[in-house]
Nanobody, 123 residues
Framework: QVQLVESGGGLVQPGGSLRLSCAAS????????MSWLRQAAGKEREVIAR????????NYSNSVKGRFTISRDNAKSTVFLQMNSLKPEDTAVYYC????????????????WGQGTQVTVSS
C-alpha cells in the first residue's frame, strides 16, 4: 500500500531554513504528482505546494510562494520541500501526499498521508 514518510522538521529561528523530505513507496512514484500540506494547531489543513510527476511544473499557495520550493527525485522516490525565510506563522505539522494523477493540479489523495513532521519557527 501507499507509504509516505516525512522527515526533516525541527525548531528553527525566524528567517531560517529547513529542508523536508518525504520518502514514498507502494506505488509507481514517477506516475504521480506530489504535494505538501500543513496543518497548524486549531487551523484547517492547507495545501501549500504541488509538483508534476516529471518535476517540471510546480505551484504554490500564496502563503509560501517565493519562500518555499518543492522538488522531487524520481530515482529515489522522494519529494522535498525547501523552506526559506521561515516565519512563526509557518509553524505546523507538514505532510506529503500523492495526487490522483501526474498533473500538478490534480486533487490530493487524502488517503495517502504520511505521519507528518513538526516544524516550529520561534526565537
Amino acid at each position: 500500500q501507499v507509504q509516505l514518510v516525512e522527515s526533516g522538521g525541527g525548531l528553527v529561528q525566524p528567517g531560517g531554513s529547513l529542508r523536508l523530505s518525504c520518502a514514498a513507496s507502494g506505488f509507481t512514484f514517477s506516475d504521480y504528482g506530489m504535494s505538501w500540506l500543513r496543518q497548524a494547531a486549531g487551523k484547517e489543513r492547507e495545501v501549500i505546494a504541488r509538483v508534476h510527476s516529471t518535476g517540471t511544473i510546480t505551484n504554490y499557495s500564496n502563503s509560501v510562494k517565493g519562500r518555499f520550493t518543492i522538488s522531487r527525485d524520481n530515482a529515489k522516490s522522494t519529494v522535498f520541500l525547501q523552506m526559506n525565510s521561515l516565519k512563526p506563522e509557518d509553524t505546523a505539522v507538514y505532510y506529503c501526499a500523492k495526487l490522483f494523477d501526474g498533473t500538478a493540479d490534480s486533487p490530493v489523495d487524502l488517503a495517502s498521508w504520511g505521519q507528518g513532521t513538526q516544524v516550529t519557527v520561534s526565537s
